[in-house]
């Protein structure tokens, strides 16, 4: 009980003392989170800023290799926006304003999977070998999938929130371990948000399979 107030105790001192810049920084990440669970195309500029500022952030602590990463994530807000506004075609003569959503074949998966499994043991042995990174393997991981999950997002693909929330969980482990409690929780949050996003865009993608049937049969009947 003692070390669950504590722990509660240090996470609202960590974010309650926050530099204005690091907190912008972490506000629009989290709302970046919740609007891409809506499906809203304004999560791309919130993630922008989150990602511009993380990435002075962690340059301005020799976190470089983070710091890189972060303009990864800046140049895949920029190209989600651009792929979520353009036109997608519902039927034959109707036409989405927006991108639609999609799903991906388990076999697709597997092969994926297998192969980003693969660069994350080679890069996991790189940093175990060449570094003193810890856990170099699971850290390896994280970033991999992540990576490509977030390509996943910019093309509205429904498995992106299952990527997330393994990688999230993992997450997790790892701050814990670390002692970054803060940090621990609020993947915790992430946890949730992705669960949350994975049911929305499955509701949103059967309502589209729907309405894609609808026009469907309606197109059939007016050519019979």
Not at 20 to 36: D, F, H, M, P, T
Request: proline residues 2%.
């Amino acid at each position: 009980m003692a070390s669950s107030l504590s722990a509660t105790s240090e996470i609202i001192t960590y974010f309650t003392t926050l530099p204005l810049l690091e907190l912008i920084a972490v506000l629009s990440s989290i709302l970046y989170v919740v609007l891409a669970a809506k499906g809203n195309i304004w999560c791309w500029p919130a993630a922008i800023i989150s990602t511009v500022l993380y990435t002075v952030i962690f340059y301005k602590v020799y976190l470089w290799m983070d710091s890189l990463l972060q303009l990864y994530y800046l140049l895949m807000a920029v190209y989600g926006w651009f792929c979520w506004r353009k036109k997608n075609t519902l039927s034959t003569n109707t036409q989405s304003s927006v991108l639609l959503y999609s799903q991906w074949t388990l076999q697709r998966h597997s092969i994926i999977i297998f192969a980003l499994t693969l660069v994350s043991l080679v890069l996991g042995w790189l940093m175990a070998t060449y570094t003193p990174a810890h856990f170099p393997y699971l850290d390896s991981a994280t970033t991999v999938f992540a990576v490509f999950a977030t390509y996943l997002v910019t093309q509205k693909v429904l498995e992106n929130w299952l990527y997330f929330i393994v990688i999230d969980i993992v997450s997790i482990y790892l701050y814990v371990e670390k002692g970054l409690i803060p940090t621990a929780a609020l993947f915790g949050s992430f946890v949730i948000f992705a669960a949350y996003g994975y049911w929305q865009w499955r509701k949103q993608y059967k309502l589209q399979f729907r309405q894609q049937h609808d026009n469907m049969c309606i197109n059939n009947s007016v050519a019979g």
